[in-house]
């Protein structure tokens, strides 16, 4: 082992024993003594491209998918946001515009959309994107034959898919009409609102019919079948190590688009990526799909190296209802309020997340700041320990398993939680790693107890949370369902007025609070670093980022 890395490990682990001293029970009233640094910000101002147009960035690991309807994570989104493109994308700020479309036409009543693609879209074979392509790459998602469709919720809103899907109804049914070649008609069953973020998202990304259709394995590597219509296109997949994009010369905007390769490595190990960084072989580190050390993150601030700003989403620890003593919601509630979720913000994370006592983000639910119930609250946690031990018909509660995939952050974090549990539940808990693939799985599988996940917002609304958690499956790996929940849901859907609708999905906040299937943590901030020449890319609330903008200056 040699001495830098040595001396790191020491740093985080006296960093460590500090922390467990602050906020292993009691109230932890400290603060972080650093704001957003907006310093060297990394938008576009008035600078020119100039120079060596290749940026290199970290996604940490191998992305699980990179086919556009069996993607369900940050990691994939982030190549496949670069060489697909859908009907629309958000821009730098943040909101939906034409992109495969160059017009769109809304109905009156909202329930119709109208898209005419671009006659100069192209996939990267010179082949013409048309409207059948989209249609075939929703359809594909909404066939109950396909496999691994966890995001497939996410075209519901259009009439006939969630039938289609989940009741046996017929694809023909679904409203999808190619009106011609470069005519897509959309029918929704009710007006909504976010439904242009929606075809942004990587679930309404189109497919080449042509080549999916012959080849089911098109996505499994690089080669003349991976086909996209995005501003750059795939040429290596060195599975493990990284993944190569270029400039597609064929793109509908390419003369937008300034850089001309970018490199992807699959750096897992937190203090190598730092390194590379400083040696100037990665220009980008930190979220969205990367992390910086723990033990760097005070120094890099005082040398106003960081931009922490908010973004919409929750760290949390799914609990395993299938698990006879983790099913009971006293057992539950104990867990969440005796957790000191200002300790772990202010003196393990030092990025100024905000402590989650909700589901929803404050940034949609303003009332969600201060939450359900009060953060580090072990007298209220005893008492329903005692509830839950009581019903269960234990005298203690058995030992159980924290899993989280391989991770610096999420390592002390749940070193920091495993110690509060036990010094203010006494309960045992060990902990448990895996890689982040093998993670996914054994969370799907329901192999684990309690383990740590994340939620990301897809577009800017409520029900991006709360219908996670609608049915068992898909990216609910907790195994928990309510019909009332459910319903409150489906009321959302059918109502038109928007004031009555926020109403009823924090309704459904309010039950699902109350059951408590989570351990919420707390809702993320974007925190990463960029080399002073990096312009046009921002980490972006909801999603991931968008390099179609980015260039250098030198």
């Given at each position: 082992?040699?001495?830098?890395?040595w001396?790191?490990?020491?740093?985080?682990?006296?960093?460590?024993?500090?922390?467990?001293?602050?906020?292993?029970?009691?109230?932890?009233?400290?603060?972080?003594?650093?704001?957003?640094?907006?310093?060297?910000?990394?938008?576009?101002?008035?600078a020119?491209?100039?120079?060596?147009?290749?940026?290199?960035i970290?996604?940490?690991?191998?992305?699980?998918?990179?086919?556009?309807?069996?993607?369900?994570d940050?990691?994939?989104?982030?190549?496949?946001?670069?060489?697909?493109?859908?009907?629309?994308?958000?821009?730098?700020?943040?909101?939906?515009?034409?992109?495969?479309?160059?017009?769109?036409d809304?109905s009156?009543?909202?329930?119709?959309?109208?898209?005419?693609?671009?006659?100069?879209?192209?996939?990267?074979?010179?082949?013409?994107?048309?409207?059948?392509d989209?249609?075939?790459?929703?359809?594909?998602?909404?066939?109950?034959?396909?496999?691994?469709?966890?995001?497939?919720?996410?075209?519901?809103?259009?009439?006939?898919?969630?039938?289609?899907?989940?009741?046996?109804?017929?694809?023909?049914?679904?409203?999808?009409?190619?009106?011609?070649?470069?005519?897509?008609?959309?029918?929704?069953?009710?007006?909504?609102?976010?439904?242009?973020?929606?075809?942004?998202?990587?679930?309404?990304?189109?497919?080449?019919k042509?080549?999916?259709?012959?080849?089911d394995?098109?996505?499994?590597?690089?080669?003349?079948?991976?086909?996209?219509?995005?501003?750059?296109?795939?040429?290596s997949?060195?599975?493990?190590?990284?993944?190569?994009?270029?400039?597609?010369?064929?793109?509908?905007?390419?003369?937008?688009?300034?850089?001309?390769?970018?490199?992807?490595?699959?750096?897992?190990?937190?203090?190598?990526?730092?390194?590379?960084?400083?040696?100037?072989?990665?220009?980008?580190?930190?979220?969205?799909?990367?992390?910086?050390?723990?033990?760097?993150?005070?120094?890099?601030?005082?040398?106003?190296?960081?931009?922490?700003?908010d973004?919409?989403?929750?760290?949390?620890?799914?609990?395993?209802?299938?698990?006879?003593?983790?099913?009971?919601?006293?057992?539950?509630?104990?867990?969440?309020?005796?957790?000191?979720?200002?300790?772990?913000?202010?003196?393990?994370?030092?990025?100024e997340?905000?402590?989650?006592?909700?589901?929803?983000?404050?940034?949609?639910?303003?009332?969600?700041?201060?939450?359900?119930?009060?953060?580090?609250?072990?007298?209220?946690?005893?008492?329903?320990l005692e509830?839950?031990?009581?019903?269960?018909?234990?005298?203690?509660?058995?030992?159980?398993?924290?899993?989280?995939?391989?991770?610096?952050?999420?390592?002390?974090?749940?070193?920091?939680?495993?110690?509060?549990?036990?010094?203010?539940?006494?309960?045992?808990?060990?902990?448990?790693?895996?890689?982040?693939?093998?993670?996914?799985?054994?969370?799907?599988?329901?192999?684990?107890?309690?383990?740590?996940?994340?939620?990301?917002?897809?577009?800017?609304?409520?029900?991006?949370?709360?219908?996670?958690?609608?049915t068992?499956?898909?990216?609910?790996?907790?195994?928990?369902?309510?019909?009332?929940?459910?319903?409150l849901?489906?009321?959302?859907?059918?109502?038109?007025?928007?004031?009555?609708?926020?109403?009823?999905?924090?309704?459904?906040?309010?039950?699902?609070?109350?059951?408590?299937?989570?351990?919420?943590?707390?809702?993320?901030?974007?925190?990463?670093?960029?080399k002073?020449?990096?312009?046009?890319?921002?980490?972006?609330?909801?999603?991931?980022?968008?390099?179609?903008?980015?260039y250098?200056?030198?």
């Amino acid at each position: 082992m040699n001495w830098k890395k040595w001396s790191l490990l020491l740093t985080i682990a006296f960093a460590f024993s500090l922390f467990l001293a602050a906020c292993g029970g009691g109230n932890n009233d400290a603060g972080s003594n650093n704001g957003n640094n907006e310093s060297g910000n990394n938008n576009a101002e008035n600078a020119e491209p100039s120079g060596d147009q290749t940026l290199n960035i970290n996604i940490k690991t191998e992305p699980p998918s990179l086919h556009p309807g069996t993607s369900s994570d940050t990691t994939s989104s982030a190549v496949l946001d670069q060489v697909f493109e859908g009907l629309t994308r958000i821009n730098l700020e943040g909101e939906p515009e034409e992109a495969m479309a160059e017009s769109i036409d809304v109905s009156e009543d909202g329930l119709t959309y109208t898209f005419k693609i671009r006659e100069d879209a192209e996939w990267s074979n010179g082949d013409p994107v048309t409207a059948e392509d989209f249609e075939y790459a929703w359809k594909w998602v909404l066939d109950p034959e396909s496999a691994d469709t966890d995001y497939a919720y996410q075209l519901y809103p259009i009439k006939g898919a969630e039938d289609a899907k989940e009741n046996g109804g017929s694809l023909d049914d679904v409203g999808i009409t190619v009106e011609d070649e470069k005519t897509l008609v959309v029918e929704l069953t009710q007006p909504t609102d976010y439904f242009l973020e929606l075809t942004a998202f990587h679930t309404y990304y189109p497919l080449n019919k042509d080549v999916a259709s012959e080849n089911d394995k098109w996505a499994l590597d690089v080669g003349d079948d991976y086909v996209t219509n995005g501003p750059f296109k795939l040429v290596s997949w060195d599975h493990k190590d990284r993944i190569v994009i270029e400039k597609n010369e064929d793109y509908w905007d390419a003369d937008t688009v300034q850089l001309e390769t970018i490199t992807m490595h699959m750096i897992d190990d937190e203090s190598t990526a730092l390194s590379m960084y400083e040696n100037d072989e990665l220009d980008w580190i930190g979220d969205p799909v990367d992390a910086i050390p723990l033990a760097a993150i005070q120094s890099m601030k005082d040398a106003g190296e960081l931009h922490i700003e908010d973004r919409a989403g929750l760290y949390y620890y799914a609990v395993n209802h299938e698990d006879e003593v983790l099913g009971n919601a006293n057992i539950r509630k104990a867990l969440a309020l005796s957790i000191n979720r200002q300790g772990i913000v202010d003196n393990v994370t030092q990025t100024e997340e905000k402590p989650a006592m909700a589901l929803v983000p404050p940034s949609m639910f303003e009332e969600n700041e201060e939450g359900y119930f009060a953060d580090n609250d072990i007298d209220e946690a005893k008492k329903y320990l005692e509830k839950g031990l009581e019903e269960l018909g234990l005298d203690e509660l058995p030992a159980i398993k924290l899993s989280y995939n391989t991770d610096e952050g999420h390592a002390a974090i749940a070193q920091a939680v495993q110690d509060m549990w036990n010094k203010n539940l006494d309960l045992n808990v060990e902990l448990n790693n895996e890689e982040w693939n093998v993670y996914l799985d054994s969370l799907g599988e329901g192999n684990y107890q309690i383990g740590r996940m994340g939620w990301i917002a897809d577009f800017n609304d409520a029900i991006n949370f709360l219908e996670i958690f609608e049915t068992v499956g898909g990216n609910n790996y907790t195994n928990w369902e309510n019909d009332e929940f459910k319903a409150l849901l489906k009321d959302s859907r059918a109502e038109l007025d928007s004031d009555k609708r926020q109403e009823i999905l924090k309704e459904a906040e309010e039950l699902f609070m109350e059951e408590l299937p989570i351990v919420p943590v707390y809702f993320y901030t974007n925190t990463y670093a960029a080399k002073d020449n990096v312009k046009g890319i921002e980490a972006l609330p909801v999603g991931a980022f968008n390099l179609k903008w980015g260039y250098k200056a030198e």
